[in-house]
């Protein structure tokens, strides 16, 4: 039976008056690989320094494998791997001192040491680095440094935070499915502020807003049951109906089905929009069109995504 390899139970942190988490709970279990996502401000930088033991809660109580992050700060921190936003590496070291290093801070001995380092090298792709300084590789390398160090002790949870933050397209993929790969054999909670890479990569979303959570189930039932729908983006032309672009924007919003319709920019002097909508409307909408005498340049519909849920919830959440 899969056990919990992160309790959380009515966590709270004040800032004085402030209060970053308003007690929140949830539970990891092993093997899951999971987002926690929400704007900035909305309390999951918190949750994420308090279960490495880097900030003590205000009230609620925090458990890495079974272990209370503020009974014992040092024994939950060896069943954890941390990747903080910004890679903590040496540039000047080489690869494999680096790693030596880090072991040695973990209290591993001299053949631990060597196994460890030498499955990390292999595991994050820098079998070829090794003797490089760290210094002169690439940012997307220096990020798999990062995640070695934090793997090199073989925790059984590792935390990123915005693992692929500054990366190009195609590091974020190297790094997106070295996260995949790790995840087969452990439990990882991944925070980003890109979506698609959720929906890519995590089988679970946990969503913060201003201190609470506002959604936690399989990603896939995130956008389900978040809202899911369409996004029908609309382009009419210039026609002999000469209708400004509020007049359009209030028309199209009575169409039936439509849920709303927000402004998108304008591409060859077309007005353009996004409707949202519970279902497929472009029927509805070329309908509206041909009555009301309007020419349709663009009329394409795509499924909602972890995007739309997003931006709903903590919209929701504001408002």
């Known amino acids: 039976m899969p056990v919990d390899v992160v309790e959380v139970d009515g966590l709270r942190r004040s800032y004085g008056a402030f209060e970053a988490l308003k007690g929140v709970s949830f539970q990891i279990r092993a093997g899951q690989i999971v987002g926690l996502l929400g704007p900035n401000g909305a309390g999951k930088s918190t949750t994420m320094k308090i279960l490495t033991g880097w900030l003590a809660p205000t009230g609620g109580t925090a458990r890495v494998c079974g272990v ?5 700060p040092l024994e939950a921190r060896r069943h954890l791997g941390y990747l903080p936003e910004s890679a903590p590496v040496y540039g000047e070291m080489k690869v494999r001192a680096y790693l030596e290093f880090v072991a040695r801070v973990r209290g591993l001995g001299d053949a631990e040491r060597a196994r460890g380092i030498e499955r990390v090298a292999h595991e994050c792709g820098l079998e070829a680095r ?3 300084r760290i210094g002169t590789l690439s940012k997307g390398f220096r990020q798999r440094v990062g995640l070695a160090q934090a793997l090199v002790h073989e925790p059984r949870l590792l935390i990123l935070d915005e693992p692929t933050n500054g990366l190009d397209p195609n590091q974020i993929r190297e790094i997106r499915d070295l996260v995949r790969s790790i995840g087969r054999t452990r439990t990882v909670v991944l925070s980003t502020h890109i979506l698609r890479e959720v929906e890519a990569t995590c089988d679970r979303v946990l969503l913060i807003h201003q ?9 896939t039932a995130v956008v389900a049951a978040g809202g899911a729908g369409h996004r029908v983006t609309v382009g009419l032309g210039r026609s002999k109906v000469k209708t400004v672009d509020a007049e359009l924007h209030a ?5 039936a089905g439509v849920r709303h319709v927000d ?3 304008p591409l060859d002097e077309a007005h353009r929009f996004v409707v949202h909508a519970d279902g497929d409307v472009r029927e509805a909408i070329f309908r509206w069109a041909v009555d009301a005498g309007h020419v349709i340049v663009e009329l394409s519909s795509v499924r909602s995504d972890l995007e739309d849920v997003f931006a709903r919830l903590t919209h929701e959440g504001a408002a």
């Open 130 to 132: 090794m003797d490089q």
């Open 251 to 255: 028309s199209l919003s009575l169409v």
């Open 211 to 219: 201190g609470t959570l506002v959604a936690d189930e399989a990603t």
């Open 68 to 72: 209370d992050v503020l009974d014992d």
């Open 263 to 265: 402004r998108a920019a």
